[in-house]
């Protein structure tokens, strides 16, 4: 697609349920990467992902967050078991060179747990 | 470990007013230095970028000058429009391999006519 797409663009689910989030890149970009914004808090950097390297998960807030992509392209994040400090708005965004900080974003996806 | 501070805002101005939004950052070796925009209801787009000392980046009548001795990126605009109404994030690229972007927690301008 012309741009980096994310999906839902909006979640509300229960505290205790767990989402998945969605991102897909733009076509031929290695690197991917989440963040989340949170009001007040800027854009924490959750975890990285370029070409067939290990993930960076450093930024991931606790084991009940992980993400995967697949065939270097899609990726999906999951949150277990949501807690009411996760509402956010998880932003993804892709990059064709490594290594460097021009990303692309997606409009991102607004999960609110109730 | 590398951070951005940003000023707080929100800034009001008046169109065709001056905009200063200061930005510092600390950084351990030589990093890149970006400055984003998030326009209502979009996604963050790059604004402008400088990858060295001195280097000035500029981008819609924004600049700005990344100073190494007194670790500043501040973005300025001579004549600011109501179209310029967003957030802007500044962020700083730490030049090693694996690394990823770290943002300043961003500042929200807004401009009336």
């Known amino acids: 697609g012309a741009g980096v797409s994310q999906s839902p663009s909006n979640k509300v689910t229960e505290k205790g349920k767990d989402v998945e989030l969605r991102c897909d890149p733009i076509?031929?970009?290695?690197?991917l990467y989440w963040y989340r914004q949170s009001l007040g808090q800027g854009l924490e950097f959750l975890i990285y992902?370029?070409?067939?390297?290990?993930?960076?998960k450093s930024g991931l807030p606790s084991d009940r967050f992980s993400a995967e992509r697949t065939g270097g392209s899609v990726s999906t994040l999951t949150i277990q078991r949501t807690q009411q400090e996760d509402s956010a708005v998880y932003l993804c965004?892709?990059?064709?060179?490594?290594?460097?900080?021009?990303?692309?974003f997606g409009e991102g996806s607004r999960l609110t747990v109730l | 470990g590398d951070s951005v501070t940003q000023m707080e805002g929100p800034v009001t101005l008046s169109e065709e007013a001056f905009l200063t939004i200061n930005c510092t950052y600390t950084?351990?070796?030589?990093?890149?230095l970006f400055w984003y925009v998030q326009y209502p209801g979009e996604g963050l787009q790059l604004l402008l970028k400088?990858?060295?000392?001195?280097d000035k980046g500029s981008n819609k009548g924004f600049e700005a000058t990344y100073r190494k001795e007194t670790t500043s990126f501040h973005l300025e605009k001579g004549s600011v429009q109501v179209s310029d109404s967003a957030v802007y994030f500044c962020?700083?690229?730490?030049?090693?391999?694996?690394?990823?972007?770290?943002f300043g927690k961003g500042t929200t301008l807004s401009v009336s006519s």
């Open positions: 992902f370029q070409g067939n390297s290990a993930p960076d």
């Open positions: 965004a892709s990059s064709a060179y490594r290594d460097t900080g021009e990303l692309f």
């Open positions: 400088a990858t060295k000392a001195d």
């Open positions: 950084a351990t070796g030589y990093p890149s």
């Open positions: 076509s031929g970009h290695t690197a």
């Open positions: 962020a700083l690229f730490p030049n090693q391999a694996g690394t990823a972007l770290i």
